[in-house]
């Protein structure tokens, strides 16, 4: 088994808690995987199947909690709640932990993060991984508008219902949010114990402050939209999704024509989180690319 180890950063005078399965990158070391995990304000755990890459010991495998999420600190402060604070937040963390090298993947809102923080031309990143994202949040609210419509009346009333009178932790909207959840978020019913940790523990101010419900953007990201940038990336890329995935074709197939030379791969017994639902093809497929990536430093 490998070597695990945790501990806080400080950032920002709060602590943002981390978690590296393996040994802690040297010079010259194979480059370590460093895991950007969505939301925003939803903690880690539900990638965990990723450090099944960590297995032989060769790939060290980087975790955290974004501040406000999991383990890491949660300030009282919605000022805190925007992109720079999170790009910030990985600088940080990388140089706390001396991740000189590394391949970046963001799965989800990491994923706009993950752009957001190459696209400032982040030193060191030899590979990336957009895992079940996309590069325009104004499409993805769309997207994700249409395919609430297409649920069955009853529950869209009550999805409508309790958003516009601002009741969303009502149990009859969490049992309607779960049609959706079910069918775009994750197929594997029910939800393994990580992902519910996960679900269970959002950080609901983050959330709301920054993004909103998938069908209901209204946050401070609303805006964001990276589609004119992609062109400005140099680096391997690989882009993964799953077959019922929330970010459809019409989200992801933009992304992957404005990256030069990027790859994308779909899962084609997945939704949102092919890693979960699909761990060993998906380690198979991310192993693959990262050696790719390697041998393209070369």
């Known amino acids: 088994m490998p070597v695990t180890t945790e501990g806080t950063v400080p950032f920002r005078g709060y602590r943002t808690w981390y978690r590296v399965i393996g040994p802690l990158p040297t010079p010259g070391a194979i480059p370590p995987l460093l895991v950007l995990h969505g939301g925003p304000g939803m903690p880690h755990d539900y990638l965990e199947d990723l450090a099944a890459l960590a297995a032989s010991g060769s790939r060290t495998v980087v975790f955290y909690d974004q501040l406000g999420c999991g383990r890491s600190d949660r300030p009282d402060d919605r000022l805190l709640w925007r992109m720079s604070t999170f790009v910030d937040e990985i600088a940080t963390v990388r140089d706390a932990l001396g991740l ?17 923080y190459v696209l400032g031309r982040a030193p060191g990143v030899i590979g990336l991984v957009l895992a079940s994202t996309c ?4 499409a993805f609210a769309a997207e994700t508008r249409r395919l609430k419509n297409s649920l069955p009346a009853d529950v869209q009333d009550v999805i409508d219902r309790h958003e516009a009178a601002g009741t969303t932790e009502d149990p009859a909207y969490l049992e309607a949010a ?3 959840y079910t069918r775009w978020i994750c197929r594997k019913v029910p939800f393994p114990d990580h992902v519910m940790r996960s679900f269970t523990a959002v950080n609901e101010e983050l959330y709301g402050t920054m993004q909103g419900p998938e ?11 990276a589609t004119a940038r992609l ?4 680096l391997p890329v690989l882009v993964t999704s799953g077959r019922h995935d929330e970010m ?12 030069p030379g990027a790859e994308w791969v779909v899962f084609e017994e997945s939704a949102h989180f092919a890693m979960v639902e699909e761990p060993e093809l998906y380690r198979q497929v991310l192993e693959g690319f990262l050696d790719l990536a390697e041998a393209a430093e070369r």
């Open 248 to 259: 459809t074709p019409a989200l992801v197939q933009p992304m992957v024509d404005g990256i």
């Open 215 to 225: 069908w209901n953007v209204t946050g401070n990201l609303k805006d964001w939209d």
């Open 135 to 138: 590069a325009s949040l104004p």
């Open 178 to 180: 779960m049609a959706y």
């Open 231 to 234: 062109a400005e990336l140099d």
């Open 100 to 116: 000189e090298r590394i391949h970046l993947l963001g799965h989800s809102w990491g994923g706009w993060l993950a752009l957001e």
